[in-house]
């Protein structure tokens, strides 16, 4: 990095304490706009992992990440040591770490937005070199980034550790390869619904604790409403009521991508294809994406 | 960039407005303001609702003008804002800070984002707290600082990735006296010694006149003035000076040489000397008591014709010309 010469070559004065290192113009790089959008990004991350704040702000990602691969990892060494004995299948831990997954996301995706709706400190990044879109942009990469860190890591272990205990893992890798793919697909998915439509909620209210509630309770709610109805009505039409829960949808697409020979009897009442399900989930996240753009557009303000 | 703030007189203007036109609905907000300004301690001044924070926005390309163009720091303002705000600070008037993080980390992160390179904004957010007075609190958290010292924060956000200029949205608001004087201090160091021309936002006349050699006027959305400010020796006249050590020595010492000097007390309550200039030789004896009385010159401006019989004349033109269409 160059620096010029200091411009106050003045002897320090009785005022000049805070002064006399002297100020030094920047000569070096000034990476612009992509390096604005990239620290944004990091920044983000870090605030909502608790990085560099108190030791409660560290906490709940802690139990989570602890909650999500902790047992994974235990399962792989049991394995390992009881050949025999079987391993939960992808769709089944899947299932299991949804909830986490969804918590997870309640945590993170009010921690991007409101915190700087509230602290007002919105003016402060319109005036850096970055637009409107750039912020909103950062803000989503960062969540999606940051949810693939516990929906997508954990999965690809799981079946990392499925090769590493059979009996010839190299030639395992090689023959299931196509599993990885699919479970990165699958954990993405997830990542990129929970996270675009968690930075939704968050971008209506600039108060953590409302945002939080909001993400958990439409999570259960709305997984209630659909068990319910799928339970008491006996019609046709209850089969879209899926599209409610996306616990449901996620579960019904991993099992039906994945070629899970055990369908939940609502998933089958269900009987959408794949590519149904697929394609709702890209249209939640378009949408999810949209509406953070629209929330986050130039408004004329006097 | 070193040659201009050696050069300010010579340099181009930083700000070019032609025809800025902001309507609100029916509010408009701004009339038509064609406006030079150049690379110089500026004084933005009106009342609250007078357009300055409307202006502000416009030039740092965050509100679309209804008409006109202008261009900051050589780019224009709607067709390149990112360009724009890369080369330029701002400091809003609002409490607009993170609580929960260090002052070190939070002006690195936005010198990042003025796209200066990792390592080289965490050194500069270092060098430019201090630079404000906040060396030793830069690793404590923001939530637990006073409101001059948040004050500080912003300013030093505001200049960490060295801008060719800077707005400062009322920098004095909410701060105390000894505060306010403090702050006053380092806006006109930032011209001054840092060769960072400033636009400097505010409703308080005195603030303006203390740290600023050019004012800009606005009233009702309307540009009333747009002028220097007397400099020393521009005008000959009284003369108003404040000095820091043996004032009544000093004052002694210049009425031995047949100087007129009285002792006054400006509206924040600091006594000031009011001198009489008959001649230009007044400036170098001022200069030379000082020096051999060891006294530091804190300011010497003129009185002849105020910053308030500027506003009042201006200002009073301006809506006459209103009340007359």
Request: with cysteine; hydrophobic share 45%.
């Amino acid at each position: 990095m160059a620096i010029s010469p200091p411009v106050n070559q003045q002897p320090p004065d009785r005022y000049g304490e805070v002064f006399d290192r002297g100020y030094q113009h920047y000569d070096g790089k000034r990476l612009g706009r992509p390096q604005a959008v990239k620290s944004l990004i990091i920044y983000s991350m870090k605030r909502a992992m608790g990085i560099r704040k108190s030791w409660t702000a560290k906490v709940l990602p802690f139990l989570l990440y602890i909650s999500a691969i902790v047992p994974l990892i235990v399962m792989i060494g049991i394995s390992a040591i009881v050949p025999q004995m079987e391993f939960a299948s992808y769709t089944d831990y899947f299932s299991g770490i949804m909830l986490i997954v969804g918590i997870f996301v309640a945590t993170i995706a009010p921690e991007m937005l409101c915190v700087d709706r509230r602290e007002k400190t919105l003016p402060l990044y319109f005036a850096r070199a970055i637009s409107r879109f750039d912020y909103v942009f950062a803000k989503l990469a960062a969540t999606a980034i940051l949810t693939m860190t516990i929906s997508v890591v954990p999965a690809v272990l799981l079946w990392l550790g499925r090769q590493l205990v059979s009996d010839s893992p190299w030639s395992a890798m090689k023959d299931n390869i196509g599993d990885l793919g699919k479970v990165i697909v699958a954990g993405a998915l997830i990542a990129l619904v929970l996270g675009t439509l968690g930075l939704a909620v968050s971008s209506v209210t600039s108060r953590k604790g409302v945002a939080v509630t909001i993400i958990i309770l439409a999570f259960i709610i709305l997984t209630s409403i659909t068990a319910t109805i799928f339970e008491i009505v006996d019609a046709d039409w209850k089969r879209y009521f899926i599209f409610l829960s996306l616990f449901d949808v996620f579960d019904a697409f991993i099992r039906q991508y994945m070629n899970t020979p055990n369908i939940p009897t609502l998933v089958q009442e269900a009987d959408f294809s794949t590519l149904t399900y697929f394609l709702y989930m890209v249209g939640l996240v378009i949408a999810g994406v949209l509406f953070v753009r629209w929330r986050y557009a130039p408004r004329d303000e006097a | 960039m070193t040659d201009t703030h050696a050069h300010p007189a010579a340099a181009p203007p930083v700000i070019d407005v032609q025809g800025l036109r902001k309507e609100f609905g029916k509010f408009v907000a701004l009339h038509d303001i064609n406006l030079t300004i150049p690379r110089a301690s500026v004084g933005l001044l009106g009342a609250n609702g007078a357009g300055k924070s409307t202006l502000i926005k416009s030039l740092l390309g965050l509100i679309k003008p209804t008409s006109g163009k202008a261009t900051v720091v050589g780019y224009d303002t709607q067709t390149q804002g990112t360009r724009v705000r890369e080369h330029v600070g701002y400091m809003p008037e609002a409490d607009a800070l993170p609580m929960a993080t260090t002052a070190a980390d939070f002006v690195a992160h936005m010198a990042e984002m003025s796209g200066l390179p990792a390592r080289a904004a965490r050194q500069r957010a270092a060098d430019v707290l201090y630079q404000v007075g906040l060396a030793e609190e830069r690793y404590r958290l923001i939530k637990g600082f006073s409101t001059g010292m948040k004050q500080r924060v912003k300013l030093a956000q505001s200049i960490v990735h060295d801008p060719e200029l800077v707005f400062l949205d009322e920098p004095t608001a909410g701060l105390d006296p000894k505060g306010r004087e403090e702050m006053l201090e380092l806006v006109e160091r930032i011209y001054q010694h840092l060769g960072i021309a400033v636009v400097f936002s505010s409703h308080i006349l005195e603030d303006i006149e203390l740290v600023c050699d050019y004012v800009v006027i606005l009233d009702g959305g309307r540009l009333a003035a747009s002028q220097p400010l007397g400099g020393i020796g521009d005008v000959l006249g009284q003369v108003t000076l404040r000095v820091d050590g043996d004032q009544d020595a000093f004052a002694g010492k210049l009425s031995a040489f047949g100087i007129p000097v009285e002792t006054t007390e400006n509206a924040s309550g600091a006594l000031e000397l009011a001198v009489t200039a008959s001649d230009e030789r007044v400036f170098d004896l001022i200069r030379d008591v000082a020096v051999s009385q060891d006294i530091a010159i804190r300011s010497l401006r003129s009185r002849s014709r105020s910053l308030e019989d500027i506003y009042l004349s201006t200002v009073g033109a301006t809506r006459e010309a209103e009340n007359g269409d």
